[in-house]
Every structure is written in structure tokens, then in C-alpha cells.
């Protein structure tokens, strides 16, 4: 296998300067060292292989945004990044994954022991590449993935994924108990998070016994429950799952399945991926590019700004205004700030300029600017239909130029129904692209309708 070896820059060995590393899939900005960024470089692609392996269907960027994976060099700028926690005290975790439909940020810790840092970066990339194969999935069943193929490792010449922690599962199951299935089905981050900031122990028992139940379905029987599993998620993200539905997609009622988990724990749990890396093809080699000051510092406020620290994101970008007005990463960085701020037509209006620029990416979060307009925190209506419409070309651009999110063709969809615009045969045809893509789309009965409609009266 072909080493992969960072040469950087001057720059890069200095711990106030950052650089930019990128792949298909994502990218890592760092101010860390070289070998460390390295090892996080290999890591990412031999862990896209194992979910490849996984889902033969495997998805790439085209349906999913860029992960931006942030590791600083210290401790103390990890700290300063991080989001504050519930009153006010930051969590001693490795990592945090930083929300958003568009471009989704994990902000790593920097530590010598890697293990918890990785385990954080495994977890929250499986909800990326599930995300673009699967669709969105209920709590229970994305954790369950996410978990199962958080243990991922290198282990001497053999990549492997599925271990479950078989003795960890047991005494959490032991100590805790079962979670009843009709709260474990119904339970959301939400309700996770809020339990978890109470120092409430049912979250780990929720995430052991989801990574228990995907573990069963991926390898129990040969892996013959596992469609059943992903038909049960399937419904699941559309209502809530019934012990009904359990029995029909699992073929066992609730205390069946806890007494099959509680077996299937003990006595089995020994099945993993497992891939000889001697028979893939080598890495391609990173290119380390040392980033700008302005880049950097608006990476910053951006992290800063989904963390809640206002305060600091907008110091980053008060040093950086008079500098960095053509700046896309700066205008999309602005822009994002201030639809948390609530001034989404402020928001708007730099997004707009930062699509107009000619960039590789010119959509680091401007899309997210675009997703929010459409009514997810402030009705469309307070715009004039002007306003709308740029909107709505922005989205075009986007998709002109690479961009087919899943959360493109919705956003586009709720721009036009809130702002009141008719679907024309220009709309219905823009929309029928998302459609081909995503056949279950949530607005795929009424453009079908649309288009039935439109084929009668002509004829």
C-alpha cells in the first residue's frame, strides 16, 4: 500500500496557520501536524470502502454535501470552537458534529489517544454516506448504523467494521435494562440530547441497544433481516412505528424481539466486515494547500456561529469585513451568521453574491441560507416575490454546476409554495429532475399530479 506522506509548506508546521486538504467527499482544514492530518486523510477513505462494502449501492457527493472536518492543533483552540453546552459547561467529549442540511462540520479534538476522536469522526461520517444512500432514517435506526460502523479500524492488514462491543452492550443491558421498544422506536435526538445534558443514563441505553438491533439485522440469519430492518426504518421516517409494524417487517412482536436481542447478545455478536487492504487500489496522495488568513478566520466564525457563540463569530468577521468582501468562504460565512441573527434578507444578499463568483464551491452554506428562506425559521412570505425568484435562480445555478442535495429540489419546492408561484412546465420541469433522483421526494404526488393534470388538458 502506497504511504501517504504530507509535505507542507512553511505554514503548515506553524500552529496559526491552516491549511486546507480535500477529497471528493470532504474536506479537512487543520492547523495540526502533519502526521496526524495524514492519518485522518487514510482513515476517511478506507472507512468510505467499508460502507461501500456494506451498501453495494453506495451513494457519492452527488447526493450529498461535503463534510467540512475541522481538528485543530490544541486543546485550547478546540475549547474556544466548541459549542457551549446546557448551563454553560462545554462536554469532555473528542468531537462535535455542528448541524446543517448543506455542510455539515465535525470539529475533532486533537488527541494523542485517538481512539474516542476517531470513534466521533466514524459515527457522525456514517450518517453522511447514509444519509446519501438511505434517505433520512428514524433516530433509532440512524444511531443503529452509525453506531455499528463507528467501531471501524485498521486492524494490522484488514479493515473492520461492525464490532458491537459485545461486553459493553451486555452490561449497559444488565445495569440498565431494556428500553420498552414503543419509547425506544418514538425516542428523538432531541429527547436524547436533553436527557444526556441531565446526566440521565437512558441515552446509553438507547445507543446500545440500537447498534445492538442493526448488528442483529445486518449479520443474524446471513444477513436475511436486514432488508426487512431497512423496509422498518423506511417507515419508520415517514410515522411512527407500531409493534405491528415490528411484527410484520421483523416477523416478532415486541417481547420476542427483546428476548432474540437479549439471546443474540450472549451467544452470538461475533460477525464483523472485514476487507485485506492488499487488494484495493493505493490512496491517491493529499494536497495540503495553506489557507488565507481571511479563509481561515471565516472557517472560524462559521463554527463559532452554529455554536452559538455570536459574540466571537462576529469579532472574527469584524477583522476580516474590510479585506474579504469578494471573499466567497467569507460572503457564504457571513451569510449563515446573519440567518442566525434572523436577517435572512441581509443573508440572502450575500449568498447571492457569493454564488456569482466563479469558484470550485461557491456553496459552503449558502444553500443553507436558501433551505432556511423556504420557511424553516421565517415565512417566505415577508419577501417580495422579486426576492423569491432570486432564490429560486440561485438554486438553479447551484444545480447548473454539480449540486443535486436531496434538500435542492425540497427547497425549491417550498420556495414556490410558500411565495404563492404557479408550477409551470419551467417549475414542474426543474422539480421532475429531483424526482427522477428521489422517487420518494415529498412532493412527488402533487408534481405528478400536476403533470397528469397538464396531459389531459391538453389533449
Known amino acids: 500500500m502506497t504511504s501517504c506522506l504530507l509535505v507542507f509548506s512553511s505554514y503548515g508546521r506553524k500552529s496559526d496557520h491552516w ?37 453495494p449501492e453506495f451513494a457519492t457527493d452527488k447526493k450529498a454535501r461535503k463534510h467540512l472536518i475541522v481538528l485543530p492543533r490544541t486543546a485550547q483552540d478546540y475549547n474556544y470552537l466548541a459549542p457551549m453546552q446546557t448551563r454553560g459547561k462545554r462536554g469532555q467529549t473528542a468531537g462535535v458534529y455542528l448541524a446543517n442540511e448543506f455542510n455539515p462540520i465535525i470539529l475533532v479534538k486533537n488527541d494523542p489517544n485517538q481512539a474516542a476522536n476517531r470513534r466521533i469522526i466514524f459515527h457522525e461520517y456514517s450518517h453522511r454516506l447514509t444519509h446519501a444512500i438511505l434517505g433520512r432514517l428514524p433516530t433509532w435506526a440512524d444511531e443503529g448504523i452509525a453506531e455499528l460502523f463507528a467501531s471501524f479500524r485498521l486492524h494490522r492488514r484488514n479493515l473492520i467494521a461492525g464490532y458491537i462491543g459485545k461486553s459493553d452492550i451486555a452490561h449497559t443491558i444488565s445495569e440498565e435494562g431494556f428500553i420498552p421498544f414503543e419509547t425506544f ?40 433481516r436486514w432488508l426487512s430492518y431497512l423496509e422498518l426504518a423506511k417507515r419508520g421516517s415517514k410515522q411512527p412505528v407500531s409493534e405491528s409494524d415490528v411484527s410484520f417487517y421483523l416477523q416478532m412482536n415486541y417481547e420476542e424481539l427483546e428476548e432474540t436481542l437479549r439471546d443474540y447478545v450472549h451467544s452470538g455478536g461475533k460477525s464483523r466486515i472485514s476487507i485485506d487492504i492488499s487488494e484495493l487500489n493505493d490512496l491517491a496522495e493529499p494536497d495540503p494547500i495553506a489557507l488565507s488568513q481571511g479563509d481561515a478566520e471565516a472557517y472560524k466564525a462559521m463554527i463559532l456561529t ?6 466571537r463569530a462576529a469579532e472574527y468577521f469584524a477583522k476580516t469585513s474590510s479585506t474579504e468582501s469578494e471573499n466567497p468562504i467569507w460572503l457564504s460565512g457571513r451569510s449563515e451568521y446573519l440567518l442566525y441573527q434572523e436577517n435572512i434578507k441581509k443573508a440572502g444578499g450575500l449568498a447571492w453574491e457569493a454564488n456569482l463568483l466563479d469558484t470550485e464551491d461557491p456553496f459552503v452554506s449558502t444553500l443553507a441560507v436558501m433551505h432556511a428562506s423556504a420557511g424553516f425559521r421565517e415565512d417566505i412570505n415577508s419577501y417580495e416575490k422579486d426576492d423569491a425568484s432570486k432564490l429560486l435562480d440561485m438554486l438553479k445555478m447551484a444545480n447548473a454546476r454539480g449540486e443535486t442535495s436531496h434538500h435542492l429540489f425540497e427547497t425549491y419546492h417550498s420556495i414556490l409554495a410558500s411565495a404563492g408561484f404557479e408550477i409551470d412546465k419551467e417549475h414542474s420541469d426543474f422539480l421532475y429532475e429531483g424526482l427522477n433522483l428521489y422517487p420518494d421526494i415529498s412532493y412527488s404526488s402533487i408534481l405528478l399530479k400536476i403533470i397528469t393534470d397538464r396531459i389531459f388538458e391538453s389533449n
Request: glycine share 2%.
Open 19 to 55: 491549511v486546507s486538504v480535500k477529497a471528493d467527499t470532504f474536506t479537512i482544514i487543520s492547523n495540526a501536524q502533519s502526521s496526524r492530518i495524514n492519518s485522518l486523510w487514510e482513515d476517511l477513505h478506507y472507512f468510505e470502502i467499508v460502507v461501500e462494502k456494506a451498501f
Open 185 to 224: 422506536f418514538s425516542a428523538d435526538r432531541s429527547r436524547l440530547r436533553k436527557l444526556k445534558a441531565m446526566n440521565v443514563s437512558y441515552p446509553v441505553s438507547f445507543y446500545a441497544q440500537a447498534r445492538l438491533l442493526a448488528h442483529y439485522a445486518y449479520f443474524a440469519d446471513d444477513g436475511k
Open 306 to 311: 452554529r455554536g452559538n457563540h455570536y459574540k
